[in-house]
């Protein structure tokens, strides 16, 4: 079992920021892959920011300089610092690990549960 504990969406106004965070626990050995996806009303989920364990980032276009990806690997932790927020951003935001199962060695995916951003014109 694995939980994923997401934390910091919530409301701001445009051109503010916020800070997301997915703290991974549970029956991980190694976690490869960590990232974010995002759902609007009405539209496809879509990725967002995707890091590696060695700290290799890919972002979505609509996102470049003004996300940014991090993780902590001894907490197995990871943040999304978004900056510079318009509405356009405002979606459910959805942590994903791509993570190696603890007994068997088996690799995983895991969503979180989402936490929702909304940005305000």
């Known amino acids: 079992q694995v939980q994923l504990v997401e934390s910091g969406g919530g409301l701001v106004q445009a051109g503010g920021s916020l800070r997301l965070s997915c703290a991974a626990s549970g029956s991980i050995y190694r976690i490869d892959n960590m990232g974010w996806y995002r759902q609007a009303p009405g539209k496809q989920r879509e990725l967002v920011a995707i890091?590696?364990?060695?700290?290799?980032?890919t972002y979505a276009d609509s996102v470049k300089g003004r996300f940014t990806i991090s993780r902590d690997n001894a907490k197995n932790t990871m943040y999304l610092q978004m900056n510079s927020l318009n509405p356009e951003d405002t979606a459910v935001y959805c942590c994903?690990?791509?993570?190696?199962?603890?007994?068997?060695?088996?690799?995983?995916?895991?969503w979180g549960q989402g936490t929702q951003v909304t940005v305000s014109s």
């Open positions: 994903y690990v791509q993570y190696m199962e603890l007994v068997m060695r088996w690799s995983r995916d895991y």
């Open positions: 890091i590696s364990s060695g700290g290799s980032t």
